[in-house]
Each structure stands twice: as structure tokens, then as C-alpha cells.
């Protein structure tokens, strides 16, 4: 028996990083999963992985279509996990307004649009995990984008918590603090990115970046505990509390 037997957990983003570790771990608790994302190779390379009946739609969340297809293809939604999207990093007088703009496409709306299409398929006792990360609420240099969508995600999914409570449909956020293994461009040369998180975890009470892993265990708590609801869980081995 697992904690998830009978859920069906949506997934975007879980060919990669964050989302393929919550992927795996809904999977084992016993969850339908199906992921969603871009690149087709990747997603069959992610779905061997996870194993357990996975499946995964092809699915830009940019294009709200594309989201409301995803949806139509599953018959209700247990569990909503949107960990779809990257990053940008820059100083703000370099960065084209384009890259922030696709930036808040892919990661602010693609989240709204999966909730908007979701919530009609959630009954009681369904759950939604928004992706955010710790920038939200600490300061980030050469990141005032992402730090304002990670601020709007928080606010985005407080609102639904109590917009959804009636429903009982919990909301909560991930957010995520440094984590390594995962696909993000850091802009730095792909062999120097391990070296790179190194020397910025070493500001982190930890003393080392998160891996996915840390951030799935997350995600099983914001699916199974059953009063969670309305949080910003930030995982960031003791950043934010700095
Ligand atoms: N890693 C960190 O330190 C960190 C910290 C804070 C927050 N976060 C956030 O956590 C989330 C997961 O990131 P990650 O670190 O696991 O990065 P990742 O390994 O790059 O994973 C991103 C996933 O999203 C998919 N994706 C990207 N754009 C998409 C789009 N437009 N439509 C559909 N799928 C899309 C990617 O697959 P395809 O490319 O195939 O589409 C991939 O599966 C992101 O939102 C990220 O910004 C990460």
C-alpha cells in the first residue's frame, strides 16, 4: 500500500530535475502519473525512469491549448504539480525584457492555466503544489525577474488556498532553495556548474545545495498532509532563515 494508491498526479515539468524526483516519488507511493513537458526524448528517457505505468503528454505550458489538452487527457486530477519552467539570470540592464517575459509566460501563466483547467477536474481532497523558489522572499542579485515571479507565485497560491478551501482543494508552494542536478541554465559552462553551486552553498547553513530528492520529500508532505494548506514551503537548507 502506498500513500498515493489511486491518485492521479499531474506532473509538468518531470522529465528533468525537481519535477522527474517528485515524478519517481508519487510514483512509488503508488500515483497514476502523467508528466508533461517539451522535448519528447527527454520525456521518454524520464518515463523509463519513473517506470510504474507513467505517461507523458507533450506539452508546451506557455500555450494555454497545450495545457487545457493535457488536461482533457486525464479524467480528474488528484494531485497538480507545476514545476515546469527555467530560469533567467542577468543584471537588469543587460537582460532583454523578452527573456522576462517569457520567463512569467512559461512559469506564471503556465501555472495559472494549469489551475484553470485543472480545478474543474479536482474533488474534495485534492491537492495543487505551485513552484516558486526562495527568491521570492530573499534577495537575489541579477535575478529581479525571477524574483518577482517567485513573489507572484506565493501570492498566486495563497490566494487559491482560500479561493479552493470550500472545494477542499488544498494550495501550497514549493519553493525551492539552491538545487543541483537539474537542467537549469546557470550560465556558466556546463563543466563548471557543480563548482559554481558549491561556492554559493557555501553562504547556506547547510553547506551544500538541495538535490531533487530533498525537494520531492517536500512535495510528498504537501500531497498527503491533509491540513496543509495556503504555505510557502521554502526547502532551502536554512537560507531564507539567515
Ligand atoms: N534548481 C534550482 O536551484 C531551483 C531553485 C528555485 C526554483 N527552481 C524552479 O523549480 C522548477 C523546476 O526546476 P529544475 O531545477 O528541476 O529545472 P530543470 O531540470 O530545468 O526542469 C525544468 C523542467 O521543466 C520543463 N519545461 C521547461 N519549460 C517548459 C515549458 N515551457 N513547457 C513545459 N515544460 C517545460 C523541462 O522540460 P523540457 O525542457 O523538455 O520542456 C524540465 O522538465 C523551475 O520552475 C525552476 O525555476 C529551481
Sequence with gaps: MGALDGKLAIITGGSTGIGLAIAERYAIEGAEVVIAGRNKGRMDEALARIGHGARGVVTDVGDEAQVQRLIDSVPRVDLLVTCAGGAVFGPVETVPMSAWRALFNDRFF??????????????????????????????LANYAGGAGLCGAINAMGRSLAIELAPKGIRVN???PGLTRDTAIDWGVPASQVGAFLDTL???VPMKRPGV??????????????????????????GWTAV
Excluded at 120 to 130: N, R, T
Design 201 to 203: 552553498a557555501s553562504n
Design 173 to 175: 508552494v514549493l519553493s
Design 212 to 237: 531533487p530528492r530533498d525537494m520531492a520529500d517536500a512535495a510528498w508532505f504537501l500531497a498527503t498532509c491533509a491540513y496543509a494548506t495556503g504555505m510557502v514551503l521554502d526547502v532551502d537548507g
Design 110 to 139: 503556465g501555472q495559472l492555466s494549469a489551475c484553470r483547467y485543472a480545478v474543474p477536474k479536482m474533488a474534495e481532497g485534492s491537492a495543487i503544489v505551485l513552484c516558486s523558489g526562495i527568491a521570492g522572499h530573499a534577495a
